[in-house]
């Protein structure tokens, strides 16, 4: 088991493009998350979904949009990348009938805006 | 009002020794779960040990257990016999709501350093 994997690990962006981030895991879990890190602030949640097809605004949803066509898959977009969206983004799930339904991260996408 | 209180930016702690840190949490949910990831320098996010609310003993994981005192609201983690690769940021998170409807919050965590 891979267990949840990011992609891609790193990328630099100019203020105003777009890109997706694409986040898998091959668990079988019903849930999935997108958080980013700020240096001193934790994890805030950008957005979840609580299974296919289904999608939610956490705390820090604006200018992100998120699709889950496929169980295993999340994705998460930036329309106009923001100096602001510089962060470390991390996905996570977990499953909806485990013993604690504990989260399981991938190992974070490091994205700078200039 | 923050949900999880993580007091302790940064600890110190000797090699072999034992280190204590710090988590109060709030949520008037009766069910919820509490969760301790430790980050190293490596960036990615390891899940160290989990606690019930309705738990009756401490959970243990190895050199990990979790000191949950319910009417405190606290869930501390102990770290016994620290090792140099113990160092790294550490984050206690509370899960609430029903399933279905989870929420995930997260402490701001605290960067512990072992010394030899």
């Known amino acids: 088991n891979a267990g949840v994997t990011q992609t891609p690990k790193f990328r630099v962006l100019k203020t105003g493009q777009s890109m997706t981030l694409l986040c898998a895991q091959d668990m079988n879990h019903e849930y999935m998350y997108w958080y980013r890190q700020d240096p001193g602030m934790g994890l805030r949640l950008i957005h979840y979904?609580?299974?296919?097809?289904?999608?939610a605004k956490g705390e820090v949803p604006d200018g992100y949009n998120v699709s889950r066509l496929k169980k295993q898959n999340f994705l998460l977009g930036l329309e106009s990348a923001a100096p602001s969206q510089t962060s470390v983004y991390f996905c996570a799930s977990s499953s909806y009938t485990g013993e604690t339904d504990t989260q399981y991260f991938g190992p974070g996408t490091r994205l700078t805006v200039l | 009002a923050q949900k999880i209180t993580q007091t302790q930016p940064g600890m110190f702690v000797q090699e072999k020794e034992a280190v204590t840190l710090d988590c109060t949490y709030d949520t008037s949910d009766q069910s919820y779960g509490l969760f301790w990831y430790k980050q190293p320098s490596s960036g990615e996010m390891i899940f160290l040990i989990y606690q019930g609310s309705y738990d009756e003993q401490n959970a243990t994981e190895g050199r990990y257990s979790l000191n949950f005192q319910k009417a405190r609201k606290s869930a501390n983690l102990v770290i016994s016999a620290s090792q140099l690769g113990d160092s790294a940021m550490y984050f206690c998170?509370?899960?609430?709501?029903?399933?279905?409807?989870?929420?995930?919050?997260f402490g701001t965590g605290t960067r512990l350093k072992v010394l030899a």
């Open positions: 979904s609580v299974g296919e097809g289904t999608t």
């Open positions: 998170a509370m899960r609430e709501g029903l399933r279905g409807t989870y929420k995930y919050i």
